[in-house]
């Protein structure tokens, strides 16, 4: 298993960023139910590994720090899921 | 090295299956707008193809603008009702939005003002290449069902090149299956 998504913040981040093109940290924060310290802590070590782009721009004159997923970040999360899925059929296996 | 116990397992998947089930939700937009248009586009050619064959009289292409002045006014009082809650939309129903009024007004304009150059079926193909168009954006985001009915509806543009005594009917029926078929799968599947 990837040691930086056995986090459920880091994991539920991946997983909204999935199907998006990029996602704004409030409506992250708004998805995750987390702190600005605490989301902003668990992004700052996505984007160190590389699972995370990290982009601030403009929007109506007001500045907007977005996100989004990378491959090694999608690849990382397909493996961690696959993971817990082989985890669960061992354990239901025996 | 940390590990998960089989009961945080579970719940971890089942989070992020909450999240994708979400998601996937989320991508389901404006199924009202590809009905509406659709409808339109679909009654539009095939009108034209009936007049062709002589299953209707000339004088029906009169309604036509009726269809269009209405799809137009449903789209402004919808649109606006939409553009008021706009703000909490996600960046990704934002941009297909965004999409859909394009292509839309593309299509529009290219009908309006280049009638000279989109005569006959032209016309009815560039309202089925720009319904293509917005369909495969939104299928490039993971939704599936948009990326089964673009191919239809690019299908029907393929298939009508070759059946010059039904142009009008594959167009027609591209638009309706394609294009207002997913808005109706859309609304219908929302939760």
């Not at chain 1, 704004?24 to 782009?53: E, R």
């Not at chain 2, 009936?50 to 603008?65: K, N, Y």
């Not at chain 2, 309006?112 to 079926?121: L, R, V």
């Not at chain 2, 009915?149 to 009917?169: H, M, Q």
């Amino acid at each position: 298993m990837d040691d930086l998504l056995l986090s459920k913040i880091r994991l539920g981040v991946i997983a909204e960023l999935l199907d998006a093109e990029w996602i704004a940290f409030s409506d992250l924060q708004q998805a995750t139910q987390t702190t600005n310290g605490n989301l902003g802590a668990h992004l700052a070590k996505l984007v160190d590994a590389g699972y995370v782009a990290e982009e601030k721009v403009f929007v109506a004159r007001r500045p907007q720090t977005r996100y989004r997923l990378t491959k090694t970040g999608r690849a990382a999360f397909v493996e961690h899921v696959r993971a817990m899925q082989r985890l669960l059929e061992k354990e239901s296996a025996s | 090295m940390e590990s998960l116990s089989p009961a945080q397992a579970r719940e971890h998947i089942e989070m992020v299956d909450r999240i994708l089930t979400r998601s996937e939700r989320s991508l389901r937009v404006g199924g009202e707008f590809f009905l509406v248009w659709g409808l339109v586009g679909t009654s539009v050619t095939l009108a034209f193809q009936l007049i062709i064959d002589g299953r209707i009289p000339s004088w029906a292409l009169w309604v036509l603008p009726l269809f269009f002045a209405a799809a137009i006014l449903f789209s402004v009082l919808r649109g606006r009702q939409l553009g008021k809650c706009s703000e909490g939309l996600p960046l990704i129903q934002r941009e297909f939005f965004a999409v859909l009024w394009i292509s839309l007004g593309v299509a529009f304009f290219a009908d309006a003002f280049g009638f000279h150059i989109f005569t006959t079926w032209a016309s009815s193909a560039v309202w089925n290449i720009a319904a293509a168009i917005v369909l495969f954006f939104i299928a490039v985001h993971g939704n599936r069902r948009a990326l089964v009915c673009g191919i239809i509806v690019l299908v029907s543009v393929a298939a009508a090149n070759f059946l010059p005594t039904i142009t009008g009917y594959v167009l027609a029926a591209g638009m309706l299956f394609g294009y207002a078929g997913f808005g109706l799968i859309s609304l219908t599947s929302r939760d």
